[in-house]
């Protein structure tokens, strides 16, 4: 049963290479967005399937296979955050299947607490149920509080036997030198822009090339992007940018305060890398519908002056998640973006 998205397949020969002599935990990285967190469930299910099909793919049929694709095989455990439990199954500390939780007043955690790394101290130390393996699928690492990064590398450190962690990170330089020394790496990489256009035209996304040039080539993300219904909101924020001026960044900052503030500050970010290569070498990554008010921006300002308005733009990233006041973050934002080019 070949779950695999298409550009997978050299990685999945180098995995079956891999499980010759299979370390006790592996890190898959890459960029965000090429289908890491499938690929790691993907050699869950294989490691833990009774009847694997001569490549290595899990069979799909065998009881095993039942089970996991239930999210509720006994040997098998994902940690991930609350934001990424949606009611789809996810497995819970005993490894039961998960109801959709009543709706709570408290937002759900963006983190990896201590609590959800410490219950698997009790499922490792109990038997498997066949004699076979124990996997454990963890995502994204960089979620992970410094108390349960500090309580997962304790278990890094003295695994059962027979006991494998696969993590994924969409950013390796987030993690603790400590966990990244007791992994094995596995790089995964970003489809070529062929690969990434043939797949989202297989999902219908219209426009596929100006959404995938918008996510910087990352195929799952412009295909959530497309589904998303956000394109409008974009067009107007990027609108903005491209006639930078304060009172266009006053009304701006009224009519996009909803807006999640990580999007705005994404689409910044892209924006500025495109003015900064239009400016250096005349070539556009994200936003080649813009090209002419991208060029005339970048006739406008100096690169010392650019590098730290990315730089600005960078830090503003780290805060984004939670602004006290959304509407004044956005005007700050915009209106120090306006004096960059007044």
């Known amino acids: 049963m070949n779950t695999l998205l298409p550009w997978q397949g050299a990685s999945w020969q180098q995995w079956q290479l891999l499980r010759e002599r299979l370390p006790h935990a592996i890190l898959f990285h890459g960029p965000e967005g090429i289908g890491k967190t499938a690929f790691a469930e993907a050699c869950a299910q294989s490691l833990l399937c009774e009847t694997p099909v001569a490549d290595g793919h899990a069979c799909g049929t065998c009881d095993a296979c039942g089970w996991f694709t239930q999210y509720s095989h006994p040997d098998y455990r994902r940690v991930r955050p609350e934001i990424l439990d949606d009611g789809d199954g996810a497995e819970g500390e005993d490894g039961e299947a998960e109801t959709k939780k009543a709706k709570s007043t408290k937002a759900p955690s963006k983190e990896i607490k201590i609590d959800q790394v410490r219950a698997l101290s009790d499922f490792m130390n109990i038997s498997t149920h066949r004699s076979g393996m124990r ?197 700050d934002m915009l209106l120090d973006y306006s004096t960059l080019f007044s």
């Open 135 to 331: 996997v454990i699928t963890l995502y994204p690492a960089e979620a992970l509080n410094t108390a349960a990064a500090n309580s997962l590398l304790k278990m890094l450190e003295e695994p059962p036997p027979r006991t494998m962690f696969l993590l994924v990170t969409n950013s390796i330089d987030r993690l603790l030198p400590t966990i990244l020394s007791r992994c094995r790496k596995f790089a995964l990489t970003m489809p070529s822009k062929d690969e990434a256009l043939a797949w989202l035209k297989e999902q219908q996304v219209k426009d596929a090339d100006g959404w995938l040039a918008e996510q910087g080539g990352a195929p799952l993300i412009a295909l959530e992007s497309s589904q998303a219904g956000t394109r409008e909101t974009m067009d107007e924020f990027l609108q903005q940018l491209a006639q930078p001026g304060v009172d266009g960044a006053l009304k701006a900052a009224d009519r996009l305060q909803k807006t999640p503030m990580p999007e705005l500050v994404s689409w910044l970010q892209r924006w500025l890398y495109d003015v900064l290569s239009v400016k250096l070498s005349g070539t556009i990554r994200y936003y080649p519908r813009y090209k002419k008010e991208l060029g005339a921006l970048a006739a406008r300002i100096e690169v010392g002056n650019l590098l730290q308005a990315i730089k600005s733009v960078n830090e503003r990233r780290a805060i984004a998640d939670h602004p006290l006041a959304p509407k004044l973050f956005i005007e």
